[in-house]
T-cell receptor, first 116, second 115 residues
């Protein structure tokens, strides 16, 4: 069955430090990949997406992610974390049924805490 | 990005009553809307998918008679939790997408507390 794994439930980094959040997926075909961020009590905001082409994608708020087919991974990175980045981050895969994407499968999320 | 408005943001109700949650796409036509449920410190669980003018498709294990979904227009979908019980207390989030677009735009969520 298709699945998305985020191995790190909780990560704490110091402000200004670099960040990498891991995401692995299990899916037979080439998926559409997403990273969303959720602030407490809020909905989800799209950070970035990968559909095809350049495997390094840039998103909002200084985030980037790299698709590595050989590792079935789509890790999220940021070179310098800001206190406002503290939130929960979800990786998601869109299942592509016959070319028409359908539902999203979400990972369990990684809660990011930022120390001053 | 496109905006999805979800209302109310928080609702408290008595056990046995029904609650309606609205999800509106403000600046795009949401041909498909999705309803998710999120438990504390858990991921989002898809409850159902609805296409405008059609009956919703429910995920396995989701009671369609308890969670009534209506998607009567391209900008509005509603989720009605019927005869709510304390175990229905949760955070409900809707999303919408346009046509074959893979990107879903999410509402801010509704915190339902059933007493």
């Amino acid at each position: 069955a298709q699945s998305v794994t985020q191995p790190d439930i909780h990560i704490t980094v110091s402000e200004g430090a670099s960040l990498e959040l891991r995401c692995n997926y299990s899916y037979g075909a080439t998926p559409y990949l997403f990273w969303y961020v959720q602030s407490p009590g809020q909905g989800l905001q799209l950070l970035l997406k990968y559909f095809s082409g350049d495997t390094l994608v840039q998103g909002i708020k200084g985030f980037e992610a790299e698709f590595k087919r050989s590792q079935s991974s789509f890790n999220l990175r940021k070179p310098s974390v800001h206190w406002s980045d503290a939130a929960e981050y979800f990786c998601a895969v869109a299942l592509n049924y016959g070319g028409a994407t359908n539902k999203l499968i979400f990972g369990t999320g990684t809660l990011l805490a930022v120390q001053p | 990005g496109a905006v999805v408005s979800q209302h109310p943001s928080r609702v408290i109700c008595k056990s046995g009553t029904s609650v309606k949650i609205e999800c509106r796409s403000l600046d795009f036509q949401a041909t498909t809307m999705f309803w998710y449920r999120q438990f504390p410190k858990k991921s989002l669980m898809l409850m159902a998918t609805s296409n405008e003018g059609s009956k919703a498709t429910y995920e396995q294990g989701v009671e369609k008679d308890k969670f009534l979904i209506n998607h009567a227009s391209l900008t509005l979908s509603t989720l009605t939790v019927t005869s709510a019980h304390p175990e229905d207390s949760s955070f409900y989030i809707c999303s919408g997408r346009s046509g074959g677009n893979a990107i879903q735009y999410f509402g801010a969520g509704t915190r339902l507390s059933v007493l």
